[in-house]
Nanobody
């Protein structure tokens, strides 16, 4: 069983930056593919970024490519999301997610992830 706890959300002006962190406990973090998802009010949860258990395979949603950077530190059991050049449309609750993998691939689907954090709110003002 894996527990995930996000932190780092808050209120930021458009064009600003925020760094989210997700700390994992339980399980073998280094064998989990990890992902960030977000959910805005009235919308479905959507893929933001993902990284394989070796940080070689990385994927981003087109809407955040070039602005967001996902990273992981297996020794610290931590997943991060650096968000730059934020836009009001980035406002959402951001969730960290994990799925055990036998290969280094990633997934962009919420259905593939077994474990979820409680979420952290990011609000971008215009």
């Amino acid at each position: 069983q894996v527990q995930l706890v996000e932190s780092g959300g808050g209120l930021v002006q458009a064009g600003g930056s925020v760094r989210l962190s997700c700390v994992a406990s339980g399980g073998t973090f280094s064998t989990y593919a990890m992902g960030w998802f977000r959910q805005a009010p009235g919308k479905e949860r959507e893929f933001v970024a993902a990284v394989g258990w070796l940080p070689i395979t990385i994927g981003y949603a087109d809407s955040v490519k070039g602005r967001f950077t996902i990273s992981r530190d297996n020794a610290k059991r931590t997943l991060s999301l650096q968000m730059n050049s934020l836009k009001p449309e980035d406002t959402a609750v951001y969730y960290c997610a994990a799925v055990p993998r036998t290969s280094g691939g990633i997934s962009r689907s919420t259905r593939d992830y077994n474990y979820w954090g409680q979420g952290t709110q990011v609000t971008v003002s215009s």
